[in-house]
């Protein structure tokens, strides 16, 4: 049967609707003019999704003057919850764990707000990633991918995943099984998401980080395609208005940054990468990673070869051949790692301003870098990150494991001792749906 997109009122978690009281209607709030509530409720939906429902709820005239985002949470970018993730509970509890009782907790990196939301779909759902708050899941029985909005319960609908696997076959490698092979692909897969809400399409692209390939997708699509071009090796994907980064180090010419764009129309496929910005090795020793901050791309590597001190640059500085180093992020921190992430330390202080999480690449530890001095500082607790404390965990570790999205989406707190377990990326439930059975189809 042929996937289409739906946008169905399922599972709502958050008071999206309009039938709240208008207990708060004042003279000031029924005064202001059309236009002016609706340039007001752009404003604050332009810094937070839950902001703009709290703001639909004042009272029955601004909830009839503004859009209401069901049914347009997931088809319309401007609703994305781009600043909130899934936040790891650690202990085994993966979405959908009884002892959760079809709960989520999400947190916000700009405010530090938790959320709790009722999604009782991860009965038989698993997360593959989140992409600007939206989550990329896997139905068990049939393997159907779906884009969800936690917190209007809008869902879309894409081709099984079990059609990629049969196009992804020639890729061979020394497996005994064929689960084995297909769960070897799907580790460390990156999604982009990238939207037309006057056409009502949505378009999923998914790079193989294993084979260097990329598959995309639409709502009105029956299966997944896979361009004729191959990706580059790269390594710190970036997705940033439905687009995707990626820098490839080392080489000759020393960092290369390369933009891969959505499909410029539906049934074509993306355009090949292509090289939007070098970096030399007398600017940027292996700049390998690329975050978003302040709606800045940045690009992150390190002085010399020694490794010791961070350097930082603008993507668009950097294509205009303008090597100016960024001295200063203000109040925020940059956690990288497989995913990066930037986060605001207004609202959290127990992360510090100025700082940079990363694993040092000589020594193998997470450290936090102070951009300020230039020095190191353990970035978590020992006991903690190598996995001998059972207590509650910082939430820089909770942080660094929503990096790690192969543990996030499990229920598992990243440690070392937990990623030196055999099979600890491999699912404890329903494996058979989510690993095995999709290679048997």
């Not at 603008?314 to 992020?329: C, G, N, Q, Y």
Request: net charge positive; aromatic share 10%.
């Amino acid at each position: 049967m042929r996937p289409t997109m739906k946008t169905k009122r399922r599972f709502p978690t958050v008071a999206t609707s309009d039938d709240a009281t208008d207990q708060y209607s004042t003279l000031w709030t029924t005064s202001l003019p059309g236009d002016l509530l609706l340039l007001v409720a752009w404003h604050v939906l332009a810094g937070d999704f839950l902001d703009y429902i709290r703001f639909r709820a004042v009272c029955k005239l601004w909830r009839n003057g503004t859009m209401c985002p069901r049914g347009r949470g997931v088809v319309d970018p401007r609703f994305h919850p781009r600043r909130w993730i899934m936040f790891p509970e650690g202990h085994g509890l993966h979405p959908g764990h009884n002892k959760l009782r079809n709960h989520l907790r999400f947190l916000n990196l700009d405010t530090g707000t938790f959320v709790r939301v009722k999604l009782p779909l991860f009965r038989d759902h698993c997360i593959l990633d989140s992409v600007d708050g939206l989550l990329l899941l896997q139905r068990d029985q049939d393997a159907i991918v779906r884009l969800l909005h936690p917190f209007t319960g809008d869902l879309a609908d894409l081709p099984p995943l079990s059609d990629l696997h049969t196009q992804l076959r020639r890729y061979k490698y020394n497996f005994q099984t064929e689960g084995d092979r297909w769960f070897f692909l799907t580790l460390g897969m990156f999604a982009v998401v990238s939207c037309d809400a006057n056409a009502g399409t949505i378009t999923v692209m998914i790079l193989f980080y294993r084979v260097k390939r990329l598959a995309f997708a639409t709502t009105q699509d029956t299966q997944w395609t896979l361009p004729s071009w191959e990706v580059p090796p790269y390594a710190a994907p970036l997705a940033f208005h439905g687009k995707i980064y990626m820098v490839q180090y080392p080489t000759s010419d020393g960092s290369l940054v390369f933009q891969i764009d959505p499909p410029p129309q539906a049934g074509s496929p993306p355009p090949p990468p292509k090289l939007v910005a070098k970096c030399p090795k007398d600017k940027l020793y292996d700049g390998y990673s690329l975050v978003e901050c302040d709606s800045e791309i940045l690009l992150i590597g390190h002085t010399d070869n020694s490794r010791s001190h961070i350097l930082i640059y603008k993507l668009k500085d950097i294509m205009l051949e303008r090597f100016v180093p960024v001295t200063s992020i203000g109040d925020r921190a940059l956690f990288l790692l497989d995913t990066s992430l930037s986060v605001s330390t207004k609202a959290m202080p127990m992360v510090m301003a100025e700082t940079i999480v990363y694993k040092e690449p000589r020594m193998r530890n997470y450290a936090q870098y102070h951009l300020g001095t230039g020095t190191r500082s353990p970035a978590v607790d020992e006991c903690g990150i190598r996995g001998y404390d059972p207590g509650p965990r910082s939430l820089i570790q909770h942080i660094i494991t929503c990096c790690i999205r192969s543990a996030w989406n499990k229920g598992v707190m990243y440690s070392f001792k937990e990623a030196d377990r055999d099979g600890w990326l491999i699912w404890k439930v329903k494996r058979k749906f989510r690993h095995w059975v999709i290679a048997q189809n």
